[in-house]
């Protein structure tokens, strides 16, 4: 992992399009600006994780699970 | 959709199963649910449900590359669905839930889908889809 010092309002910038600044430094939190193409996609990463984490207990869920609920939504015509 | 089996190709795969890309869709035998049935890994299987059905206002803001990978020009979404991962945990409350923030988006064109991430905080992974209905039955009566 390549690992930088900077201090507050410097800037890095990523493949000259994206660009990183540190806007705000408070005791342990960081507070980062973002520049970048709207093609890019940005997220927290705990965002990924929730979402595999999602996956992997949906994955778990058998089709025998959904007959247990019985028939809760009733009759739809 | 009708009620044939259709064969879905998720070429960037699901997260946490990115290496499995071909599934089958299918209706469930309870309404109003579909199946996503891997067709590389045995028992692997996925419940679905149309968002639409518990919250008729979710619209999933899509990238300019989550419509690319499923091959939609930009703003043309008549043949665009999104279906929601149904989670069933048998001994906690909630007990069914729906995965709203990270929809699977099909291209009904040509059936090729992706698991997107919204970026409205709105969108949750575990939506109460009970709860929602109950809620929303409430909102109309009034």
Redesign the interface.
């Known amino acids: 992992m390549l690992i930088l010092s900077r201090r507050k309002d410097e800037t890095i910038i990523i493949d000259d399009k994206i660009e990183i600044s540190i806007v705000d430094i408070k005791g342990d939190q960081v507070k980062l600006g973002i520049n970048a193409p709207r093609s890019v996609k940005i997220y927290r990463k705990e965002v990924y994780l929730e979402i595999e984490k999602e996956n992997a207990a949906a994955a778990r869920s058998s089709t025998d699970a959904l007959a247990s609920l019985g028939d809760i939504f009733g009759k739809k015509d | 959709m009708d009620n044939d089996e259709k064969q879905i190709s998720i070429p960037s795969g699901?997260?946490?199963?990115e290496g499995l890309t071909r599934y089958a869709l299918l209706r469930?035998?309870?309404?109003?649910?579909l199946?996503l049935k891997s067709q590389e890994q045995e028992n692997?299987?996925?419940?679905l449900i149309d968002p639409l059905y518990f919250r008729s206002d979710y619209t999933p803001d899509l990238?300019?590359?989550d419509l690319k990978e499923i091959g939609v020009e930009k703003d043309k979404y008549d043949n665009v669905y999104a279906l929601a991962?149904?989670?069933?945990?048998?001994d906690e409350e909630p007990?069914?839930t729906a995965?709203l923030?990270?929809p699977i988006i099909i291209n009904g064109e040509n059936l090729i889908a992706r698991?997107c991430?919204t970026?409205n905080p709105k969108w949750q992974?575990?939506h109460d889809i009970?709860a929602e209905?109950r809620a929303h039955q409430g909102a109309e009566s009034c």
């Open positions: 699901l997260f946490g199963f469930a035998a309870q309404e109003p649910f199946i692997l299987s996925f419940i990238s300019d590359e991962i149904v989670t069933v945990r048998p007990r069914m995965n923030q990270g698991q991430i970026s992974t575990r009970l209905i």
